[in-house]
């Protein structure tokens, strides 16, 4: 059987460990069957942390895959690979406008995955979030497959698109190598305690300053990880609340390991963004097997499948944590844990290319 040789486009590249994009990249390239080939654009900033699978190649540019550099990344990304690939795998779908150009010279089979509905988030101007639904309504015209992460975003999406869509999420995997040990327990001081556990980005929609409001006059403990230092929101919320005993926050924290160790350990996870889709962090979670409170919203039910508690507002949560001690009935149940399984994921991308 002839090899399908496809180019991975939009993510910080293989063995970065950013977002859900390189998680799906990582695993995609681990994971692979025999008869695909990986040819994947490689941030200037992610290190090579070891040799690539077999069958895997990788090729690093001279910008960055985020910022302004994003968009050359991207650019650059599909001119490379346009027309020595079997098939396009855009992450995101802001290297769409290069695409009509090109195929004067050769139709492509495009796959987009569009990730969040991104001029929706208030990070970007008028301008940006434009240009990020100029892109998207490209996409459906121009791409062969769309694949959206979540059943809610099959609402933007019109019933004549001429592109096919299919609903694939991310894949969840735990490292359960650690345990507790002295050196552990000094370098993350809460682990023997109870202490509810919440990750994300540190950008508005996550809601983390809201979060951490609410546990400032509370006896509770909060575990809050997020990247504070990349943005000017995330470093307001770090230095005001940095100083309050019962909060923890963790600038960034990229050993997988030892993140798992944390997210095994916790009470409950509070789940707080309103406008990803199936958010890797939440699926990381289900498979963690702890108990899940999270924000309600459509895309948040559909990632849980309506297991968990869901609260309306910040307040509604801060009257459920005073009322409630028991968190276990909001566990995941093992069929929902099997369903973020990677390998299943891969397969489900391989029948597309």
């Known amino acids: 059987m002839k090899k399908k040789k496809i180019a ?28 695909i080939e990986y040819i994947i654009y490689n941030s200037s900033c992610t290190k090579f942390v070891k040799a690539p699978p077999l069958g895997v190649s990788v090729k ?34 802001q290297g769409m406008p290069i695409i009509p150009f090109l195929s004067f010279f050769k139709n492509q089979n495009i ?7 991104e001029w929706e988030r208030p990070k970007y101007n008028k301008l940006v979030k434009k240009y990020f639904k100029y892109c998207f309504k490209l996409s459906l015209k121009k791409s062969r497959t769309i694949i959206i992460d979540n059943e809610h975003y099959k609402t933007f999406i019109p019933s004549n698109s001429e592109c096919s869509s299919l609903v694939i ?28 556990l919440s990750i994300s980005r540190s950008l508005e929609d996550n809601k983390i300053d809201e979060l951490c409001n609410i546990f400032k006059d509370s006896n509770k403990k909060l575990v809050l ?34 993140l798992d ?12 963004h309103t406008l990803c889709g199936t958010a890797p962090s939440l699926v990381e ?13 459509p895309q948040n039910r559909y990632t849980l499948k309506d297991e968990g508690y869901f609260f309306k507002n910040f307040e509604d949560l801060q009257s459920h944590l005073k009322l409630n001690n028991s968190m276990e009935y909001y566990t995941p149940k093992k069929e929902l844990i099997k369903s973020y399984s990677w390998r299943n994921i891969v397969k489900k991308y391989e029948t597309i290319y």
Not at 68 to 78: A, E, L, M, N, T
Not at 111 to 117: D, H
């Open 111 to 117: 796959i987009v995955n569009i990730g969040g509905v």
């Open 285 to 297: 979670m289900i498979v963690s097997g702890r108990p899940i409170l999270s924000i309600d919203i």
């Open 225 to 258: 990880i997020s990247n504070f230092s990349k943005s000017e929101y995330g470093k307001n919320v770090f230095n005001k609340y940095s100083n309050i005993n019962n909060i923890y926050l963790i600038d960034g924290l990229y050993n997988k390991p030892e």
């Open 8 to 35: 991975i486009i939009g993510s910080h590249g293989l063995y970065a460990s950013y977002g859900g994009w390189d998680q799906l990249v990582n695993n995609l390239a681990d994971n692979k069957s025999n008869n």
């Open 60 to 93: 690093k540019l001279i910008f960055k895959a985020d910022g302004w550099q994003g968009f050359f990344f991207d650019f650059y990304s599909i001119i490379l690979s346009y027309f020595n690939s079997d098939a396009l795998l855009l992450l995101g779908a």
């Open 169 to 196: 999420p991310y894949g969840g995997t735990i490292d359960s190598s650690l345990e507790i040990n002295n050196e552990l327990s000094k370098k993350y001081s809460f682990l023997k305690t109870d202490y509810f």
């Open 261 to 272: 160790l944390v997210r095994r350990k916790c009470l409950a996870y509070i789940h707080t």
